[in-house]
């Protein structure tokens, strides 16, 4: 159901990746930004939020040293905490900015999901709860990825999927926009931190990026672009801190499709004996909410999997592990898909020769080579220094015993040892 407003009232819908809560700060700095932008629109405002960067990836390494297989209620009951503790904060921060916001629980969202508790499918959105929020607080702040399953239970929807939870909150709101701000300028033709020649692109339709997620491109959560397709909305991607200019970003809507290079680097590599093994076990493992990548090698039939995903051992125990192999894939604007695999520190490197192959305008003419010129210094990647405020630093290396020096016998007077 999606609820009716007047045009000029329909709730702005943002949404704020880790990288924006990089420091306390930052949530300062939503603070200000959520309050201007609602001064500016007069209109209601949900601001979803993501957990501290880092801190997930740091929750999911504390469990995995607990436990190789964890029930999937406990893995949704701790992966999730991140987003909670980003609600409280924020809310605490519009309160000091004297915007007073209202924090709200994935109870109240209005999101209905079921399947597994870590991730589980979106399958319905309602309004009542949120807009009855709104009524009574002009800015929700509500945890991104998270719905309620039948029973009530908080659910996650899976890993990098605070996008899907906004964009149906735009949805089920009537809303005819989500902005979703992250660390990149937008939709890019390759990953930045890796190809710093990656063109940010202006526009692209829905099927353009919704094919280069579901081929492993961190862009647009592949879920949350089919909610805004059947809704009509448009998402706008954009960098945060954001400085307002028109031309910056991208918007996904009607466009183009784009070629894109795609570096699985979170994925690791399995071979299988046979394709139909390979199909078989890819096809139980979409059905557990994964996104995984069929492809095959000059001798072998391969898959790409998520690496460390809970319950993924169970399928592949009859596959073998490419290990230090890395998955790269180039997606053409034909919609055409070539892989290759390399080793796991040239990922980068031939991520860089192949998009050179689709722009070569990004070459650095300055060379007679034809190849990419030397790259500047990549854009790191923030982590939070507040990302262990759950579980606490992770423990230091394990010191070798150094043997203590063996007792100095000392004559009765002055002079040197013996």
Avoid at 138 to 152: K, N
Avoid at 176 to 192: H, I, K, N, Q, R
Wanted: glycine residues 10%.
């Amino acid at each position: 159901m999606t609820a009716r407003h007047a045009p000029d009232s329909r709730p702005l819908v943002l949404k704020f990746g880790g990288s924006a809560f990089a420091d306390l700060d930052g949530y300062h700095r939503v603070a200000r930004y959520a309050v201007r932008r609602r001064a500016e629109a007069k209109r209601p405002l949900v601001v979803v939020v993501s957990a501290m960067s880092g801190t997930t990836d740091r929750l999911q390494r504390t469990l995995d040293a607990l436990a190789a297989d964890p029930p999937a209620r406990a893995a949704a009951m701790l992966l999730t905490a991140g987003e909670t503790v980003s609600v409280a904060l924020l809310a605490a921060a519009l309160d000091a900015a004297g915007a007073p916001g209202c924090p709200l629980p994935a109870a109240a969202t209005g999101l209905i999901a079921e399947g597994p508790g870590d991730r589980a499918e979106l399958v319905s959105a309602s309004p009542e709860t949120l807009s009855g929020a709104l009524a009574d607080c002009p800015i929700a702040v509500v945890p991104g990825g998270q719905a309620v399953d039948a029973a009530g239970r908080t659910v996650m929807l899976g890993r990098n999927s605070s996008d899907l939870s906004a964009v149906a909150t735009a949805a089920t709101l009537g809303a005819d926009t989500c902005e979703l701000f992250s660390d990149v300028p937008g939709v890019c033709t390759a990953d930045p931190y890796l190809v710093p020649e990656a063109r940010t692109l202006t526009r692209i339709s829905y099927e353009g990026v919704r094919r280069m997620s579901r081929h492993g491109a961190r862009v647009v959560h592949e879920g949350a672009v089919d909610w805004a397709e059947r809704a009509g909305v448009r998402l706008l991607c954009r960098p945060f801190p954001w400085s307002g200019a028109p031309e910056g970003g991208t918007a996904v809507g009607t466009g183009p499709a784009a070629a894109a290079v795609v570096v699985h680097k979170d994925s690791d590599v399995w071979s299988f004996r046979s394709g139909r093994e390979r199909r078989s076990v890819g096809g139980r493992l979409r059905a557990e909410g994964l996104t995984v990548t069929e492809f095959d090698t000059a001798d072998a039939a391969c898959l790409a999997v998520p690496a460390g995903a809970r319950g993924t051992a169970r399928y592949v125990r009859t596959a073998r592990l490419l290990d230090g192999l890395c998955l790269v894939t180039t997606l053409g604007a034909d919609g055409r898909a070539e892989h290759v695999v390399v080793p796991r520190p040239e990922a980068a490197a031939e991520a860089r020769r192949r998009h050179l192959l689709l722009y070569p305008d990004t070459a650095d003419t300055s060379g007679t080579s034809g190849a990419p010129g030397p790259a500047g210094p990549a854009p790191v990647k923030i982590r939070s220094a507040h990302s262990d405020v759950l579980v606490g630093p992770p423990p230091a290396p394990a010191q070798v015993p150094v043997p203590a020096p063996a007792p100095t016998r000392r004559s009765d007077g002055p002079g040197p040892s013996r």
